[in-house]
């Protein structure tokens, strides 16, 4: 596998707001997008403007390894950018999106023009026409605050499997559209703001790695590409893992952390790990991206600029001519050009054509104020619902018996809004999804330090089962909302 195809890890940074606590469904793992954007509790300082001002923060940075130019960047305030001309020129790449909280962005190495993207809240997307127009594929995901994704290739059904991971657990999808299963026994729990990342290391006993705010993760795949439980990785326990990257080509991995020992460097395929110097130890480091051809030539995301090594991370050089933002959250290497860097800030993108050297804000990326992407979405029509199948099948509603919000479900727009125009209430691009899953599970968990009762819960949970169960008979009759208008 080239390692230009070895997806970089995405950070999940959240500290909890005040005021918002006991005001709203709106629990950890929900607040942890919003907070976020006001302070970077390693850093110690604020992270950025307000929204009010023109600005993208940069989660991810994906470039099409098939057609020369084309870069699709994920922001969690604006949604996706494309270019399609290496980088000269932007435009908004929304159209489908529910929820602009992009965190990951990644590109189908099996089928031409297929991307993915995870949001915070929203769940998964997908793309057949190369980031055109979006469709939602959350149908039975039991978690839609998505953080990463890890593609991998099914040989006997040749199909891709979507791995994500999300604010409690890691679910995989196969076939189209995917049905999800919950694939986290052996991962020690977890329910919020994280430090996660998710890849796929493909040698010939490949494997899933997963770092979180509590450790690294292995998780092996036999060659029937089905996967067995999660295993700690020993040296690593405790560590905030935040960046990760494999070359399977010679055994190596690397992993990244937050101000927790700096980069960990295994070069045995994950048996043994080994802690690099050379001043990365304090630093939190958000993204690693190794060099397509250059063995031993990696570069690494920090809070202080890119830092670059030639020698498989023994020494280091850092990187920041030009880089008036030094706060970098996402790196990418064209895999077509691969002097040419990509690095995404807290409030920008750069570009560097000479190996990081000298680095150049790209200008004139789109922006859209919030109450126009709010209009954009509650302008979407619903899709068709999917019948439903599994264990989450029951009773199907008629058209004359589609449910009545309870009172209480006031309580669950003032934090964030939702996918569906008819529930939504708030005008905001951070919206959660209104998929069929397992509501009380996820009630409960959102419930937490709110003002909900547990009577409330109940009937928000018994609300959303029936409202998000398809009507076969009705498949495109897009609900009624019986809420009160808009204010």
Not at 38 to 60: E, L
Not at 141 to 159: K, V
Request: include cysteine; proline fraction near 8%.
């Amino acid at each position: 596998m080239n390692r230009s195809m070895i997806h970089n890890a995405l950070l999940i940074a959240a500290v909890g707001v005040a005021g918002m606590i006991g005001s709203a469904l709106c629990s950890s793992d929900v607040r942890a997008a919003d907070a976020s954007k006001s302070v970077d509790v390693a850093q110690g300082k604020p992270t950025g403007p307000a929204q009010s001002r023109s600005y993208h923060f940069i989660r991810a940075v994906a470039v099409d390894p098939r057609t020369p130019g084309v870069i699709f960047v994920a922001t969690d305030n604006q949604g996706l950018l494309r270019s399609l001309d290496g980088g000269a020129t932007w435009n908004l790449a929304n159209a489908g999106l529910k929820n602009y909280l992009v965190y990951d962005v990644k590109i189908s190495s099996a089928t031409p023009n297929r991307l993915y993207a995870a949001t915070w809240g929203g769940g998964v997307y997908q793309s057949d026409d190369s980031g055109v127009s979006w469709r939602e594929i959350n149908d039975g995901l039991g978690n839609t605050a998505a953080g990463a994704l890890a593609l991998r290739f099914d040989a006997p059904t040749r199909r891709e499997i979507l791995d994500v991971e999300t604010s409690i657990g890691v679910y995989e999808g196969r076939g189209e559209p995917p049905v999800w299963r919950p694939i986290s026994e052996g991962l020690r729990g977890w329910n919020g703001p994280q430090f996660q990342s998710l890849i796929l290391f493909e040698t010939a006993a490949p494997a899933l790695y997963l770092g979180t705010e509590r450790g690294l993760y292995t998780r092996a795949l036999k060659t029937d590409g089905k996967a067995r439980g999660w295993k700690e990785v020993a040296a690593l326990k405790g560590k905030r893992v935040s960046a990760l990257a494999g070359d399977a080509a010679n055994g190596a991995l690397y992993a990244g952390t937050v101000a927790d020992g700096g980069l960990f460097i295994s070069r045995d395929g994950g048996a043994t790990w080994n802690a690099a110097t050379g001043g990365l130890e304090k630093l939190w480091l958000r993204a690693i991206a190794l060099h397509p051809v250059r063995r031993g030539l990696l570069y690494v995301a920090t809070g202080a600029g890119v830092w670059k090594s030639d020698d498989g991370g023994e020494t280091w050089t850092v990187l920041t001519d030009g880089l008036t933002d030094p706060d970098v959250r996402a790196l990418a290497i064209d895999p077509a050009a691969p002097d040419r860097l990509y690095a995404g800030t807290h409030g920008a993108l750069f570009r560097s054509d000479d190996g990081g050297a000298i680095w150049t804000k790209l200008e004139g990326l789109p922006f859209d104020p919030v109450e126009k992407q709010s209009t954009a979405i509650d302008a979407q029509t619903i899709p068709p619902a999917i019948p439903p199948t599994g264990p989450l099948s029951g009773p199907q509603p008629g058209p004359s018996t589609r449910p009545t919000p309870p009172a209480a479900f006031a309580k669950c727009n003032q934090c964030h809004g939702w996918t569906d125009p008819a529930l939504n209430q708030k005008p905001t691009y951070w919206r959660t999804a209104s998929n069929r899953r397992n509501w009380r599970a996820t009630v409960t968990r959102m419930s937490e330090g709110t003002t909900i009762s547990p009577e409330e819960q109940a009937q928000i949970t018994a609300f959303l089962d029936r409202y998000t169960t398809p009507e076969p008979s009705h498949p495109q009759a897009a609900p009624k909302s019986s809420l009160p208008p808009k204010r």
